[in-house]
């Protein structure tokens, strides 16, 4: 029996043994970064479409631009296809190809989220959904979003001050600013003072041969330019707009309610004061009102 099994292993042997290997390696033809990721997008919009096409051959050529998209295509499928060249332009403008291998290297550290049991980065989007689906059914949550967004360039009063605001009405500012200056100032006879003292004095001798060094650089392209290139070439650039006299710079003038002010002061048409407080009424979305109630 062994005699034989070896016998038919040789012969098939034989028979494959000399028969030529093509080596010739197969190059898929790859587009930008931009076309890739649209493709990707479109084959798996594709896959969730049409599960029984399983490779995915009724689809590939549409998805790599080399074809028309079948005749059931979806129509979010169809609407990524028909800006499929615009995408991939926008995609490869924000991530040119000097960014290629740290994106790469990226992606590769986000694998280990997906993995079983804690699926952490699809769990954390599943939890998003959850809380938009939230909000969806919530009214009051979406009467207050719909009265943002039709402020577009608003701030609210109580946020004028940005983070200094709550930063002042920290009870204890007093006590937290005395400390951070004791432990950056080196009096003698305190051990609890100057803690930080000589870290703090080798950062200003720093900033100070960094400043004395300064000099505008002579092109700066915002492309491949760090931040703190573009920092140094807009502190250090010169140019007529900064100081331009006598152009007219507009300021907006707000009422109580943090409302733009009519450029008369008052209260004139198409603006109505209806409840006669003084103020132009607004509707139940926050938006300004005439007098049938119409934004």
């Not at 012969?11 to 990707?40: I, K, M, N, Y």
């Not at 169809?78 to 332009?89: C, S, T």
């Not at 969806?136 to 949550?141: I, R």
């Not at 100057?194 to 703090?200: P, S």
Request: aromatic share 6%; charged share 25%.
């Amino acid at each position: 029996m062994r005699r034989r099994a070896l016998f038919l292993g040789w012969l098939v042997w034989s028979a494959f043994g000399c028969t030529p290997f093509d080596t010739t390696r197969s190059v898929v033809p790859r587009g930008t970064l931009g076309e890739e990721v649209v493709r990707v997008f479109c084959e798996r919009m594709a896959s969730d479409h049409d599960p029984s096409d399983v490779r995915g051959l009724a689809w590939k050529p549409a998805c790599r631009g080399s074809g028309p998209a079948p005749a059931d295509a979806p129509p979010r499928l169809l609407a990524l296809l028909r800006n499929r060249a615009r995408l991939a332009a926008a995609i490869d403008q924000f991530m040119p190809a000097p960014l290629h291998d740290d994106l790469g290297a990226f992606l590769g550290r986000l694998l280990p989220l997906y993995d079983a049991p804690g699926e952490r980065l699809p769990r954390d989007t599943r939890l998003v959904a959850d809380l938009l689906h939230t909000l969806a059914a919530d009214d009051d949550a979406l009467g207050a979003l719909a009265r943002l967004g039709t402020r577009e360039g608003y701030r609210p009063l109580r946020l004028a001050l940005g983070v200094a605001r709550p930063a002042l009405a920290y009870p204890d500012l007093d006590a937290f600013a005395g400390l951070a200056l004791r432990t950056l100032t080196d009096r003698p006879g305190d051990p609890e003072d100057g803690l930080a003292a000589a870290e703090f004095s080798a950062v200003q001798a720093a900033l100070a041969l960094e400043l004395a060094t300064l000099e505008p650089p002579e092109a700066v392209d915002p492309a491949d330019a760090s931040t703190l290139a573009l920092s140094r070439d807009l502190l250090l650039r010169q140019d007529p707009a900064f100081g331009a006299e006598g152009v007219t710079r507009y300021a907006l003038a707000r009422d109580a309610r943090g409302m733009a002010l009519p450029a008369s002061g008052t209260v004139v048409t198409p603006f109505v004061d209806i409840d006669g407080d003084g103020l132009a009424d607004l509707d139940g979305a926050g938006r300004f009102a005439d007098a049938t109630g119409a934004a």
